[in-house]
């Protein structure tokens, strides 16, 4: 069982940053790959950003790539999401979540995740 925390949300003008942490509670998280998704009312959740167990490969979903960056430090439990120069269409409650059967980070879908955390919301002003 892994519990994931995440933090680090906020409300920014458009072109500004953010960073999401998200902290899980077990040591063993450095086995697990890490997935960060997003979510508005009325829309399903969608797949941002995901890294693997050891930090080496990363994959992202079209709308962030070269603004967000996705990390992990093991030694602190933590993954992060780095979001810059932010658009109000990254309004979203922002979501962690681990997964241990995924053998690819590639696989975007939410299905394939194991624990999830609460959320935490980031509005985007224009």
């Known amino acids: 069982q892994v519990q994931l925390v995440e933090s680090g949300g906020g409300l920014v003008q458009a072109g500004g940053s953010l960073r999401l942490s998200c902290l899980a509670s077990?040591?063993?998280?450095?086995?697990?790959?890490i997935g960060w998704f997003r979510q508005t009312p009325g829309k399903e959740r969608e797949f941002v950003a995901a890294?693997?167990?050891?930090?080496?490969?990363?994959y992202y979903a079209d709308p962030v790539k070269g603004r967000f960056t996705i990390s992990r430090d093991n030694a602190k439990s933590t993954s992060y999401l780095q979001m810059n120069s932010l658009k109000p269409e990254d309004t979203a409650v922002y979501y962690c979540?681990?997964?241990?059967?995924?053998?690819?980070?590639?696989?975007?879908?939410?299905?394939?995740?194991?624990?999830w955390g609460q959320g935490t919301q980031v509005a985007v002003s224009s």
């Open positions: 077990r040591r063993t998280f450095k086995n697990y790959i």
């Open positions: 979540a681990a997964g241990f059967r995924l053998s690819s980070p590639s696989d975007t879908a939410s299905s394939s995740y194991d624990y």
């Open positions: 890294v693997t167990g050891n930090g080496d490969t990363t």
